[in-house]
């Protein structure tokens, strides 16, 4: 199973709390004004990785406190991060998807694509929304515009609306 991504991070501390692991999909159709990754918008760019060559690095990683899907855009590739991401969550690490979808797309996708569902579910948290350029706040934690939430995903299914994590 390949996954095509743009690049990784082994260790960062912007891309959620703690020191992380970051992998960065390539391909993304949401093209925001601003982005931050630009050069993760086109579908023939980067490189095809195994998701295997990837569990690998990640487990080679020792002070990591969890791993983050970016982009691009992560839930364009469901399908092989949600199988890395349940194989992460075996090693006791959490997992952060950001998406310039949001949570309301996402959730109207599940029904006709497991994958997206697969995805969402083995995610702790959603990074959601698209960036937007009028409400970029250099303040956020974790994220770049004001419109896009930090979202608890268990919380969420579980009470059937947004919860939002409690860190900053």
Known sequence: MEIRIAGIVRESVVDGPGLRFVIFAQGCRHRCIGCHNPDTWDFLGGEP????????????????????????????????????????????????????????????????????????????????????????????????????RIIDVKKSIAAGKIMEAGFS
């Open 49 to 148: 990785v195994k998701a295997e060559d990837l569990l690998k690095q990640v487990k080679a990683e020792r002070l990591i406190k969890g791993v983050t899907f970016s982009g691009g855009e992560p839930f364009l590739q469901a399908a092989p991060l949600a199988w890395l991401g349940r194989e992460i969550k075996k090693h006791g690490l959490d997992l952060i998807t950001f998406t310039g979808y949001t949570w309301q797309e996402l959730r109207e996708l599940c029904p006709e694509d497991q994958a997206v569902n697969d995805l969402m579910q083995v995610s702790d948290y959603i990074v959601d929304g698209p960036f937007i350029l009028k409400e970029k706040d250099f303040d956020l934690p974790f994220r770049g515009s004001r419109n896009q």
